[in-house]
């Protein structure tokens, strides 16, 4: 069956094509609550990662994780402390508590002990306790130590920011839906000719959702992001879809009166199938190379995503011609003279200003490409709560009374008590360690294993591997952070050649830096690619993919050269993934406007073709555009995790900077390569 045929046996049995979605969106929308959430971006390391492999060897050898906690409790006396040391390690979740009297003789006066190592421990009437909680009882355990701690406490770490991330996105997101929704809606209906129109977008749209979020469950499990933007980031760039559907339908109907309404879906759908699959490919390709990243977030969000786009182009061509063709009664009851104006004025002012345009395109193409590449960034979840979250706040409070800190588990063999105490000196060294607990810095490499309690030597040795848990005063991210694991890295290798294993948020910082900076150029690359080779085939140009391409490429360089400008910290993952989402995105902008130029230099001159071009094509890509733009800068300001806010303004300003581009630059691009996208010429004298 060709395309003309399957759309006609749609629209003829579109009774059974809306019975077929509506129990599939019914039985989705059930199947959507079995996916779960995953909110630590650890987990997301590739599994062949030096700290993965060292947490799996720990776990597996102790049972236990790295610390991810460290909780400050006021004003309190030692024994105060003693006294929540022992509470806390009661609280179900909570596999182990350090604190001053794991490293020092608590009973001995504190004026008489090392200050250093009672200050990483104990300073201004405060305690800081180093705790580890399980993963699957992450939210609970930090929420029983806050309410433990009371006011007196504050926490931060791994885990807390974790547990902050699984209560807030939830509701945010909802928050975040629901404006967008209601947006959406509201662009719609000064879009659209019809007070039914947006309900049967957004019917169509809510059906593909509802499929995808229930098809999610093949998965198992998705990430925070894509479980907070997938749903929101499918509506924003499916959007258009729909309506260019909606306004082809319209304009056959116009100039075929009479003709029966289904045989004119049947020709709107042949008549924009092409520009449909060409966005809708590029997107899914943009979404898709994703996949290819190391860094598994890549992969979460991109198969998600794909798979969405995928499914809202199965509906356009499916479900929303049999909703249309089944409501068009109502459609028409409900029709209203346009609530925008005509935009041929605006069109005539681009014709004139569209050269010039051009001229500013290229002076900041090259600038906006260079500052976009020397960002700084952010590459793991140390820094994803502003300070002015209880995160922010209590990490604030923390660190000025005990400075930044983390803490690394180094295992090394156990048995050779004599190299484990040449380790622990040097790296007692380092000016940033400032505390190990271990076999030999607790018992002393001269005491035999019997000599210590059980308890205490199974948190320390374990069959044939050994733990040294080591404080140091660093951040989790940077490059003096960075600096300090290669150097512990250095010295475990100087004393156990290929035999020990490092893990701590920071060293797993580490490796996501180390990965997911080695997912950029290729990610990119096969993006780029990938959607030009699609709209070389379906456009049949050569010329005219590379002009596409560079257009989105150059939104892209200068959105991402903003935080440059601006001496803002970029998070790594949020640049890693705009770059593919902006170019799937709104590369459909420059589809629909080059196709419909030239479809209309069948008929007109250039510069007529340009006025007509831009008159047709802004009513739609203004709609899906103010979508994307709206649901990006509604997630950065309503989202309290960092990540997410970025990702979002980065949405809005991409879009943005996409969509005037294609309206101002790109029409000057067309009207100078002409001869070269254009072989059939209108005939003499023809004009608008």
């Known amino acids: 069956m060709n395309g003309k045929g399957f759309f006609a046996a749609v629209v003829r049995r579109r009774r059974r094509v809306l019975a077929l979605y509506a129990a599939a969106a019914v039985l989705c929308a059930l199947l959507s609550l079995l996916v779960s959430v995953n909110y630590d971006i650890n987990d997301y390391l590739p599994p062949d990662a030096p700290s993965t492999i060292a947490i799996d060897v720990m776990e597996e050898a102790f049972g236990g994780g790295i610390p991810n906690v460290r909780a400050m409790v006021r004003d309190v006396t030692v024994p105060e402390a003693l006294a929540y040391k022992q509470q806390i390690a009661r609280v179900e979740g909570v596999t182990s508590v350090t604190w001053l009297d794991d490293v020092a003789d608590v009973t001995v006066p504190l004026e008489m002990q090392d200050p250093d190592t009672v200050a990483a421990y104990y300073k201004?009437?405060?305690?800081?306790?180093?705790?580890?909680?399980?993963?699957?009882?992450?939210?609970?355990?930090?929420?029983?130590?806050?309410?433990?701690?009371?006011?007196?406490?504050?926490?931060?770490?791994?885990?807390?920011?974790?547990?902050?991330?699984?209560?807030?996105?939830?509701?945010?997101?909802?928050k975040i839906a629901a404006i967008a929704v209601l947006y959406v809606v509201f662009i719609l209906a000064l879009t659209t000719a019809s007070w039914a129109e947006p309900v049967l977008i957004m019917l169509g749209m809510g059906a593909a959702i509802l499929i995808n979020n229930g098809t999610n469950l093949i998965f198992g499990e998705i990430s925070f992001v894509t479980s907070a933007a997938g749903s929101i980031l499918q509506l924003a760039v499916s959007l258009d879809y729909s309506v260019f559907?909606?306004?082809?339908?319209?304009?056959?109907?116009?100039?075929?009166?009479?003709?029966?309404?289904?045989?004119?879906?049947?020709?709107?759908?042949?008549?924009?199938?092409?520009?449909?699959?060409?966005?809708?490919?590029?997107?899914?390709?943009?979404?898709?190379?994703?996949?290819?990243?190391?860094?598994?977030?890549?992969?979460?969000?991109?198969l998600a995503l794909a798979k969405g786009v995928a499914f809202s182009l199965l509906t356009v061509f499916t479900f929303v011609p049999a909703l249309v063709v089944t409501a068009?009664?109502?459609?028409?009851?409900?029709?209203?003279?346009?609530?925008?104006?005509?935009?041929?004025?605006f069109g005539r002012l681009v014709s004139r200003i569209m050269l010039p345009m051009v001229a500013v395109l290229a002076v900041i193409m090259v600038p906006s490409?260079?500052?976009?590449?020397?960002?700084?960034?952010?590459?793991?979840?140390?820094?994803?709560?502003?300070?002015?979250?209880?995160?922010?706040r209590d990490t604030e409070a923390i660190e000025a009374v005990f400075g930044q800190s983390d803490t690394y588990v180094l295992l090394v063999p156990a048995g050779d008590t004599a190299t484990q105490s040449e380790l622990s000196a040097a790296l007692r060294a380092l000016p940033q360690v400032t505390g190990i607990?271990?076999?030999?810095?607790?018992?002393?490499?001269?005491?035999?294993?019997?000599?210590?309690?059980?308890?205490?030597?199974?948190?320390?040795?374990?069959?044939?591997?050994?733990?040294?848990?080591?404080?140091?005063?660093?951040?989790?991210?940077?490059?003096?952070?960075?600096?300090?694991?290669?150097?512990?890295?250095?010295?475990?290798?100087?004393?156990?050649?290929?035999?020990?294993?490092?893990?701590?948020?920071?060293?797993?910082?580490?490796?996501?830096m180390d990965t997911i900076t080695g997912d950029m150029a290729m990610v990119n690359f096969v993006a780029i690619a990938a959607v030009f080779l699609v709209l070389l085939v379906l456009e049949r140009s050569l010329i005219l993919p590379i002009v596409l391409v560079l257009c989105i490429e150059t939104a892209i360089w200068f959105n991402l050269a903003l935080p440059y400008f601006t001496g803002t910290v970029v998070f790594y993952i949020a640049y890693l993934i705009i770059s593919s989402v902006q170019l799937g995105a709104t590369v459909d902008y420059a589809i629909l406007f080059s196709d419909r130029y030239r479809e209309y230099r069948e008929t007109l001159d250039k510069k007529p073709a340009i006025v007509a071009t831009v008159a047709t094509v802004t009513t739609s890509v203004l709609t899906t555009g103010s979508g994307l733009a709206v649901v990006g800068f509604l997630m950065g300001a309503i989202s309290s995790n960092q990540l997410l806010a970025q990702l979002g303004n980065f949405l809005g300003v991409g879009s943005l900077a996409s969509l005037t581009i294609v309206l101002l630059a790109l029409p000057g691009i067309l009207y100078l390569i002409d001869p070269l996208i254009v072989h059939k010429q209108p005939k003499e004298g023809t004009a608008l």
Request: net charge negative.
């Open 124 to 174: 201004d009437g405060a305690a800081l306790f180093t705790i580890t909680v399980s993963d699957d009882q992450r939210a609970e355990a930090v929420a029983a130590i806050d309410a433990l701690l009371g006011d007196a406490g504050a926490l931060t770490g791994s885990a807390v920011s974790t547990a902050a991330a699984t209560n807030s996105t939830v509701v945010e997101v909802a």
């Open 328 to 345: 068009l009664p109502w459609m028409d009851k409900t029709h209203h003279k346009p609530l925008l104006p005509s935009f041929t004025g």
């Open 437 to 512: 607990i271990s076999y030999v810095d607790t018992a002393g490499s001269e005491i035999p294993p019997g000599f210590l309690d059980d308890a205490t030597l199974a948190q320390l040795v374990s069959g044939d591997t050994t733990r040294m848990v080591l404080s140091v005063a660093a951040d989790y991210e940077g490059d003096a952070a960075f600096a300090l694991v290669e150097q512990v890295r250095a010295i475990a290798q100087q004393y156990y050649p290929d035999s020990w294993y490092l893990a701590g948020q920071g060293v797993s910082t580490y490796d996501l």
């Open 369 to 392: 490409y260079l500052a976009s590449n020397a960002n700084e960034y952010y590459y793991g979840a140390g820094h994803m709560f502003a300070a002015d979250t209880e995160v922010g």
């Open 245 to 302: 559907l909606i306004h082809r339908f319209a304009e056959v109907r116009a100039a075929r009166p009479g003709a029966a309404p289904g045989d004119c879906m049947v020709e709107a759908l042949t008549k924009s199938a092409s520009s449909i699959l060409s966005s809708g490919l590029t997107t899914v390709i943009g979404f898709a190379a994703l996949v290819l990243m190391q860094f598994q977030i890549g992969p979460d969000l991109g």
